[in-house]
Nanobody, 115 residues
Framework: QVQLEDSGGGLVQPGGSLRLSCAAS????????MGWYRQTPGQERELVAT???????NYTDAVRGRFAIYRTNIGNTMYLHMTGLKLEDSAVYYC?????????WGQGTQVTVNS
């Protein structure tokens, strides 16, 4: 069982930055893959960024070059650093972690980009 707690969302102007955090209840070294999805009302959840335990990262085209996913072993925290935010980045962002064949989710954090 893995518990995830994500945070860091908020209201930001277009072009601004936010850093989302996802704290895990176990070491990230025990996680196979981790990442972030986002979802807007009425839409399916969209994969935003992933990172494997071997350090490989991947991003959806819409955020590549603007977002960065990384983790630290201090406090078992994963981050999504978002820069150059656009109106269309507004969504609830969920961190996830896959461990032992099971996917675990954070509770979600709202990001609103609005002038």
């Amino acid at each position: 069982q893995v518990q995830l707690e994500d945070s860091g969302g908020g209201l930001v102007q277009p072009g601004g930055s936010l850093r989302l955090s996802c704290a895990a209840s176990l070491s990230w070294s025990g996680i196979d893959i981790m990442g972030w999805y986002r979802q807007t009302p009425g839409q399916e959840r969209e994969l935003v960024a992933t990172a494997t335990n071997f350090g490989m990262t991947n991003y959806t085209d819409a955020v590549r070059g603007r977002f960065a996913i990384y983790r630290t072993n201090i406090g078992n925290t994963m981050y999504l650093h978002m820069t150059g935010l656009k109106l269309e980045d507004s969504a609830v962002y969920y961190c996830f972690a896959r461990h032992g064949g099971t996917t675990y989710w954070g509770q979600g954090t709202q990001v609103t980009v609005n002038s």
